[in-house]
């Protein structure tokens, strides 16, 4: 498999239990390079937009207010295989599912509250990623 980019969020609830590094270095230890990262605060706009696809879903607006409660790091990582390997360093989505030594069993407080978000194909990471990064914010 070529090397392949994933977009990643660590979410309110780590950065404000001071996770960033933690979480960064299990991203690197798996092998993924960080190649774009910054500390925002997402709008509600942004945040509607980009999980829009769930808007239907009964924990919408409940989705939207976690995740423009707090700072968030927006990240580019690369490797081989990256959208799948970063899903499988997260762990379910459900941390109370997620295999023991992923981000989300280890920090993750709720099915909501689970720490990270990662791509889930690398049609949606090309989206994603542009969504939140200018092509000289990401430096490979
Ligand atoms: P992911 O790809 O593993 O992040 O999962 P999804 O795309 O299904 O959901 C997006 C995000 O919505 C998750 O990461 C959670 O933060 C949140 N979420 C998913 N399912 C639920 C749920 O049943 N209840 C609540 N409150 N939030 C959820």
Same mark, same amino acid.
């Given at each position: ?5 994933? %977009?990643?969020?660590?979410k ?9 590094g ?7 230890a #798996?092998?993924?390079?960080?190649? !774009? ?8 706009t942004? #945040?509607? !937009? ?9 924990? %919408?607006? /409940? ?8 700072p ?5 990582l690369?490797g ?12 379910a989505?459900?941390?109370a599912?997620?295999n023991? !030594? ?7 407080e709720?099915?909501? #509250?689970? /720490?990270?978000? !990662?791509?889930d /194909?690398?049609?949606?990471?090309k989206?994603?990623i542009?969504? %939140?990064f200018?092509?000289?914010?990401i430096?490979?």
């Amino acid at each position: 498999m070529a090397s392949e980019r994933t %977009f990643s969020i660590i979410k309110p609830d780590a950065t404000k239990r001071n996770l960033t590094g933690a979480i960064n270095q299990k991203i690197e230890a #798996a092998g993924l390079r960080i190649i !774009g990262q910054k500390r925002i605060r997402m709008s509600q706009t942004q #945040a509607e !937009g980009f999980y829009g696809v769930h808007k239907e879903r009964p924990f %919408f607006k /409940s989705l939207v207010s976690f995740m423009t409660s707090g700072p968030v790091i927006v990240q580019v990582l690369q490797g081989d295989n990256a959208v799948l390997k970063y899903r499988e360093v997260m762990g379910a989505t459900d941390p109370a599912k997620a295999n023991a !030594g992923t981000i989300r069993k280890e920090f993750a407080e709720s099915i909501e #509250a689970n /720490s990270v978000h !990662g791509s889930d /194909s690398a049609e949606n990471a090309k989206i994603e990623i542009e969504f %939140f990064f200018k092509p000289e914010e990401i430096v490979d």
